[in-house]
């Protein structure tokens, strides 16, 4: 299995694109999602939080 990361702004501009406006990117570890942390370089998930305009 190939796995992809992505950057930030990356995901921004995905969800834009699905016509989502991003609120928030939290960083995380594996069952620790409800810390919403700064993101680090090697978070293992990314939490984004958005809403319809």
């Keep these: 299995m190939k796995e992809r990361r992505y950057f930030p702004f990356e995901l921004k501009a995905m969800f834009a694109q699905a016509g989502l406006r991003v609120d928030h990117v939290w960083g995380g570890s594996l069952g620790k999602s ?6 680090q370089w090697d978070a293992i998930e990314i939490m984004v939080t958005a809403t319809l305009p």
């Design 34 to 39: 409800e810390l919403r942390q700064n993101i």
